[in-house]
């Protein structure tokens, strides 16, 4: 991955307001069936970290797919 891309990763369970900036720069929209997090990414480094940020919470990762 070489350039920017912008992904949809849904989360399962509903993070409050005060999880954005753990997230930064992705933003946060929650609903009933959980949190989606969007944002753009630069390589896989950046995208690997926010993973680990999700599993070191614990937090079930739903789906991750790169939006065109």
Same mark, same amino acid.
């Given at each position: 991955m070489d350039e920017e891309t912008t992904y949809e990763i849904r989360i399962q369970g509903v993070? /409050? #307001?005060?999880?954005? /900036?753990? =997230?930064?720069p992705f933003l946060l929209t929650t609903g009933q069936e959980g949190t989606i997090l969007t944002g753009?990414?630069?390589?896989?480094? #950046? %995208? =690997?970290? !926010?993973? %680990?940020? $999700? @599993? /070191?919470?614990? $937090? @079930? %990762? !739903?789906? %991750?797919?790169?939006?065109?």
């Open positions: 993070l /409050d #307001e005060k999880w954005a /900036d753990y =997230f930064e753009v990414v630069h390589d896989q480094g #950046e %995208l =690997f970290g !926010v993973l %680990l940020k $999700i @599993r /070191d919470l614990g $937090i @079930r %990762l !739903v789906s %991750l797919k790169p939006i065109p």
